[in-house]
């Protein structure tokens, strides 16, 4: 990755971006390994396990409302910061349509987290 971006290292254990947090900022996986995880009704779901080139907090990018999820360093593991200001210069390079679709599917996404957690809030 360019040396203009911000980069952080996270130990095991620790967490990088907690549900409810302000959304402030994206994550791309340079090195390591990360898990999701959501909390609802007093359980915790796993969502998916990430590794390099990997993005998460994408939410925050578009909404700029809370972290849907949490995510934890698996393993040592360093990411590269997005802001809103470096994905809006990087999608003012692509097509008109490649930004609705990226907007369509991070929506998509968030139902489906959604949906999910109740589904297994109930079972």
Same mark, same amino acid.
């Given at each position: 990755? +360019?040396?203009?971006?911000? &980069? ?6 620790? =967490? ?6 302000? =959304?402030?900022? =994206? ?9 999701? &995880?959501?909390?609802? +009704? ?16 994408? &939410? =925050? ?8 999820? &949490? ?23 692509? +097509? ?28």
């Amino acid at each position: 990755m +360019d040396n203009q971006y911000e &980069t952080f290292i996270y130990p095991i254990g620790r =967490a990088i971006i907690k549900q409810g947090d302000d =959304a402030e900022e =994206a994550f791309m996986i340079e090195g390591g390994k990360v898990k999701v &995880t959501l909390e609802n +009704d007093g359980k915790t779901i796993e969502l998916a396990e990430l590794g390099q080139d990997d993005i998460f907090g994408e &939410t =925050a990018l578009f909404s700029g409302s809370h972290y849907g999820a &949490t995510v934890t360093a698996l393993e040592e593991t360093t990411v590269v910061k997005i802001t809103p200001e470096i994905l809006d210069i990087k999608i003012k390079l692509c +097509d008109p349509m490649l930004r609705g679709l990226i907007k369509m599917m991070m929506e998509r996404q968030k139902r489906s987290n959604k949906t999910i957690a109740n589904f297994h809030s109930e079972g």
